[in-house]
């Protein structure tokens, strides 16, 4: 199983990107997709999280600016971040949990995929 994060880039303060990933393999099912930053020198942290059912899940930060979605039938989680700021910078990284392999129904727990790096310049 991978994912495929993509959509960072380079944008200006109050403008506005859409990250999206994409879960590839033997997939039944992904029980939470989300996704996580890590600014230069800092910690990663949990941005948005979506379970399978569509519960969410934001970091006061983001809360208002940015959405989370997903796509169960194409293992796809999406997230539109609006009114971008400064501290919004960092490379984003594209999570899943729990995933139910098609075969033998294993369970693969914290899958990451590649990062992909957001600039919001003042």
């Known amino acids: 199983v991978q994912l495929q994060a993509y959509g960072g880039g380079l944008v200006q303060v109050g403008g506005s990107l859409t990250l999206s990933c994409v879960a590839s393999?033997?997939?039944?099912?992904?029980?939470?997709m989300g996704w996580y930053r890590q600014a230069p020198g800092g910690p990663r942290e949990s941005v948005a999280t979506i379970g399978i059912r569509g519960d969410t899940n934001y970091a006061g930060s983001v809360k208002g600016r940015f959405t989370i979605s997903r796509d169960n039938d194409k293992n796809t989680v999406q997230l539109q971040m609006n009114s971008l700021k400064v501290e919004d910078t960092g490379v984003y990284y594209c999570?899943?949990?729990?995933?139910?392999?098609?075969?033998?129904?294993?369970?693969?727990?914290?899958?990451w995929g590649q990062g992909t790096l957001v600039t919001v310049s003042s």
């Open positions: 999570h899943a949990d729990r995933i139910t392999t098609l075969i033998g129904a294993r369970f693969l727990y914290d899958n």
């Open positions: 393999g033997s997939i039944y099912s992904i029980n939470v």
